[in-house]
């Protein structure tokens, strides 16, 4: 029985530093426990060609370890099977072959077995986190902490070979001797924080420091950390950004521990949103490309057993009591009782005459059936509790004084060069305001503090298509904010965005043009200006007519109605002759 683990999953599901390591059941057969434990190193070793910014020499040695005891393991594999094969071949007749090649292993070894499988579990978590596109910042923050998980599951390793009874087991002496040698290294090993680790860490929050007295921090001292993390560019920059943001938001209970915690998300979040804007100049295409290599290779994980054999022959549907009948075959209890009281003395599966209709119960099999389900129905509850808690975290305010502080001066940085720079700055600027407006009320209302609307308002007139529509969209979400509608306003901003509703570049554009006006025409005042303005209504209809999105037709429609609700208006709606009232 073997299983394909899908590890996407439990990727999404799997919250950092966290190692949800299945006991597997005692009552596992020790060639499945081997393999899998085989198969399970062998994935630990993948990690190799991964890229470790952080607890490199911690997790260089891991892999060590893991590598020998794979080897271990492959002797044990060998001689097994061997023994098997030679038992089978003596007692043919006496069906004892299985006793006997169970006995080869005694419980005690079988209890080590299953304590380093739930230790190699979770060393195949760890080093996943410490690989983890995005999260390389959060790792380096929490360095002693992963370097105690390290030594904690080190040990834990070293501990299970110090008792296992090594002359029961059936393996080379060299090997079983450097196993012992290898368990004695690994109870000294300190594994301790690594010193650049370290000094990173120190300069991370000698920065962030900084921003909270107000001082700009050292470009040099910025890209000495991103440097040190491998944060190459731009795209680098913003997995990180929204690593820390899916933290952030993470549901979770609000004890102290859990609000230092998001404070310091958030001001690591406002760090790297400084970095991407003031380091980075050029936006280089998020390629998903690593990401994908690195989910592929997870897929190995943990091949234990296949959800197929879990369901009974006859129904088809995943036993909740497996039994055993004379032949061997497994079904549920129920349907092959059913199958017996109506007459049929078959194995349903094999057609073979039965002698007795004895069952036993499987209670291995149920055992795993059990953990299969719990393990299926868990990773959906924590997915659902994620997207449940999307909205939680638009607070107003910025969390830490650091993050208010980078915010601040991140938004002035846009603002100048919105005001000063050559058009490839103003385009990349529209784009940053627009990325930093989506999520957080408190960036929207520093981006506007900033001054940067009306300069906002001055690309919309761009000839290039990517600019306008950048622009628009940055307009559109600090648009929600209150004091940004009257700065549109009074700045012109009106004809401006009615422009691009009748002549935006893009359909895009056109649309984000008709839902600003919308969230302009929440203020009594400005609906009526609009309502005033020739054209723009038909504008609106004619948009509704245009290919593009639902949604933005659906935001179209909505500021037409939100303009006819005023009462001035309705008669410019008439006179437009487009509905007959
Ligand atoms: C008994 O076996 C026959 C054919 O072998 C099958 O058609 C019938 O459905 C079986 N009875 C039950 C209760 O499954
Ligand atoms: C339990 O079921 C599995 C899968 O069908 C089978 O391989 C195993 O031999 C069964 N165990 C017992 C004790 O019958
Ligand atoms: C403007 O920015 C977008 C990214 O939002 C980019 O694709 C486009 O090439 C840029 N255009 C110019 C002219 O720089
Ligand atoms: C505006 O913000 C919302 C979330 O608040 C986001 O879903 C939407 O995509 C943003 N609009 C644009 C045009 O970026």
């Known amino acids: 029985m073997i299983q394909r683990f899908d590890h996407r999953d439990s990727r999404d599901s799997r ?126 923050m929490k360095h002693n902490r992963v370097a105690t998980e390290f030594r904690v599951l080190i040990r834990m390793l070293a501990t299970a070979l110090d008792v296992i009874p090594m002359d029961s087991i059936d393996a080379g002496e060299e090997v079983k001797e450097f196993v012992r040698l290898v368990a004695k290294q690994s109870q000294r090993r300190k594994f301790e924080g690594e010193f650049g680790d370290e000094r990173a860490c ?46 952030i938001e993470l549901e979770s209970s609000s004890d102290k521990d859990r609000e230092r915690e998001v404070s310091l998300l958030k001001s690591l979040a406002a760090l790297m949103s400084y970095c991407r804007v003031v380091v980075f100049d050029e936006i280089d295409s998020s390629s998903s490309n690593q990401r994908i290599e690195i989910l592929d290779n997870g897929e190995e994980f943990l091949r234990f057993v296949n959800p197929e054999d879990f369901k009974c022959p006859i129904t088809l549907e995943i036993m909740t009591d497996p039994v055993t009948i004379s032949t061997g075959q497994t079904y549920d209890r129920d349907s092959i009782h059913k199958w017996f009281k109506s007459g049929n003395l078959t194995c349903p599966k094999t057609g073979e005459k039965l002698m007795n209709t004895k069952s036993v119960p499987n209670s291995s099999l149920k055992s795993l059936i059990c953990r299969y389900c719990f393990l299926n129905n868990g990773a959906q509850i924590t997915k659902q509790s994620k997207c449940r808690s999307r909205d939680i975290v638009r607070t107003v305010s910025a969390g830490t004084p650091a993050a208010a502080e980078s915010i601040r001066m991140l938004s002035e940085f846009l603002a100048d060069k919105l005001a000063n720079g050559c058009g490839s700055d103003r385009n990349k600027s529209a784009h940053e305001i627009r990325l930093l407006a989506k999520s957080n009320i408190f960036y929207r209302s520093t981006l506007v503090n900033a001054n940067t609307v009306p300069y906002l308002l001055n690309l919309l007139c761009s000839l290039d298509p990517s600019t306008q529509d950048n622009a628009m969209a940055a307009l559109l979400n600090l648009s929600k904010h209150p004091k940004s509608k009257s700065i549109v306003v009074e700045n012109g901003g009106l004809v401006l965005i009615l422009d691009v509703l009748r002549e935006g570049l893009k359909v895009e554009s056109k649309q984000n043009a008709a839902a600003t006006l919308f969230y302009l025409s929440s203020v009594q005042d400005y609906r009526e200006l609009i309502g005033e303005t020739p054209g723009a209504i038909a504008a609106l209809v004619d948009l509704i007519g245009e290919s593009g999105t639902p949604r933005g037709k659906k935001n179209a429609l909505a500021t037409i109605f939100g303009l006819v609700l005023s009462p001035s208006n309705q008669g410019g709606w008439c006179e437009q002759g487009r509905f007959h009232c």
């Open 15 to 140: 919250r950092i530093l966290r190692f949800p390591a299945i006991q597997p059941c005692e009552g596992v057969s020790k060639d499945v426990l081997i393999a899998s434990l085989i198969n399970l190193g062998r994935s630990i070793c993948d990690h190799k060609s991964k890229k470790f910014t952080t607890q490199r020499r911690n997790a260089r040695e891991a892999i060590r370890v893991i590598g020998v005891l794979i080897i271990f393991f492959e002797e044990i594999r060998d001689a097994q099977s061997q023994s098997q094969s030679h038992a089978q071949s003596q007692s043919q007749s006496q069906s004892q072959s299985q006793s006997q090649s169970q006995s080869n292993m005694c419980d005690s070894v079988l209890l080590c077995l299953l304590e380093i499988h739930v230790a190699f579990q979770k060393i195949w978590y760890l080093l996943d986190d410490c690989s983890r596109e995005g999260a390389r910042l959060w790792i380096l």
């Open 202 to 247: 120190c300069d991370v929050v000698l920065i962030l420091n900084q921003f909270e007295n107000r001082v700009s921090p050292n470009l040099g001292d910025l890209k000495r950390v991103l440097d040190y993390l491998g944060i190459g560019s731009w795209s680098d920059c913003n997995w990180e950004i929204k690593f820390l943001n899916e933290e």
